[in-house]
């Protein structure tokens, strides 16, 4: 009997499972448009600004000059710990669409994530060029300064990113299902992975992560936040089912 109960749970659930991001698809498309093109101007006014390092710039960098929270990491270059930064990076991405599947509201949770990520990555780069703080690598005593991007370091935009799709994920997760701890670790998760695998490979700082994290989540929750319908909500949570219809 508590078996059927559970099926008749889930089947209630699935076939109830509410329209979690109510959206206007020509506002949010000329909002993506936008923003779009903000983060690609970026790209001409970033090599307008910021000049390649000289030598001279190189040869006075002291490590002393580094805070003391961002001091204790390594400074060595690694492709290999970046490059598995974006696998786990697109873990967290492919694992959010994977939850956020819905035959009937998919796209429309879709172009909620683009927003998001459109949003991020156009603050992102613009914080990069005004701040223009040099990334770990370039302190190492065998630094390459033909690598790209050298003076992009706060803050992380990959951190950024990952906290963002994780937050976008549980939004969604949680006001469909309920709380879940093993979700929220496994999204969360990733995403600090990515975080870490950053600073790990000399790509960033520790506050260039951390700073990344809560500027992602938070702009994340904030679009989730504004474009989250009002009608009806189906929550299943391990002890409970709660059924609401705002008006």
């Known amino acids: 009997m508590k078996k059927l109960l559970i099926i008749f749970c889930l ?7 509410a329209q979690t991001f109510e959206i206007n698809k020509l506002n949010c498309l000329t909002y ?4 779009g093109a903000i983060d690609l101007y970026n790209n001409y006014f970033d090599d307008k600004i910021i000049d390649d390092l000289t030598k001279e710039e190189l040869n006075s960098l ?7 929270f961002d001091g204790w990491i390594s400074f060595s270059y690694d492709q290999n710990l970046k490059d598995i930064s974006d ?19 998919f796209l429309d949770n879709l172009l909620v994530l683009s927003e998001i990520l459109v949003t991020q990555s156009a603050v992102g780069k613009w914080t990069k060029t005004f701040t223009q703080r040099k990334r770990p690598f370039v302190f190492d005593e065998k630094r390459d300064i ?3 991007n050298n003076q992009h370091s706060f803050y992380s935009l990959h951190s950024s990113g990952a906290f963002g799709i994780a937050t976008f994920g549980y939004y969604y997760y949680m006001h469909n299902f309920g709380k879940s701890a093993p979700m929220a670790i496994f999204l969360f998760g990733s995403a600090a992975a990515t975080a870490t695998l950053r600073v790990a490979s000399a790509q960033h700082f520790p506050s260039d992560v ?7 989540s938070s702009l994340s929750y904030l679009i989730c936040k504004y474009h989250h ?3 009806i909500e189906l929550n299943l949570g391990f ?9």
Request: aromatic fraction near 14%; avoid cysteine; proline fraction near 2%.
């Open 32 to 35: 993506i448009a936008t923003a």
């Open 239 to 247: 002890n409970s089912i709660n059924l609401s219809y705002k008006f």
């Open 62 to 68: 002291s490590k002393d000059d580094i805070p003391w």
């Open 87 to 105: 696998y786990t990076y697109l873990l967290t991405l492919v694992s959010s669409v994977i939850i956020v599947y819905d035959a009937d509201y």
């Open 11 to 17: 089947l209630i659930t699935i076939s109830l499972n």
């Open 210 to 216: 951390f700073v990344g994290a809560i500027v992602g």
């Open 146 to 148: 033909k690598k790209r």
């Open 229 to 231: 319908s009002k009608k």
